[in-house]
């Protein structure tokens, strides 16, 4: 069964940098594009980075709000997806999510709180 388990969360001062992994099992990870999701208190869940997979190598996309900020990359021999946050702001505060787009699982998401 397919499975993400998201980790890496924590508290972090405005400015800072954390870095988030998520370990997929239960289908091919080298085969799909993988995706990090969030959602911050009342507001609907939104796409912030993917990376695509291929022959060709990968490709990736950002939201605009954290475009230059974020990376995520993705290491196929251990199934695992990253997401580095650099220049924290306050607004980035919100549980993040990962998930291979073309699968309707999901993880249970860690915490990331931007606060001074």
């Known amino acids: 069964q397919v499975q993400f388990v998201e980790s890496g969360g924590g508290l972090v001062q405005p400015g800072g940098s954390l870095r988030l992994s998520c370990a997929a099992s239960g289908f091919t990870f080298s085969s799909y594009a993988m995706s990090w999701y969030r959602q911050a208190p009342g507001k609907e869940r939104e796409l912030v980075a993917t990376?695509?997979?291929?022959?060709?190598?990968?490709?990736?996309r950002y939201a605009d709000s954290v475009k230059g900020r974020f990376t995520i990359s993705r290491d196929n021999a251990k199934n695992t997806v990253y997401l580095q946050m650099n220049s924290l702001k306050p607004e980035d505060t919100a549980v993040y999510y990962c998930?291979?787009?073309?699968?309707?699982?999901w993880g249970q998401g860690t915490q990331v709180t931007v606060s001074s």
């Open positions: 998930r291979a787009p073309i699968f309707a699982s």
């Open positions: 990376v695509t997979t291929g022959v060709g190598g990968t490709t990736t």
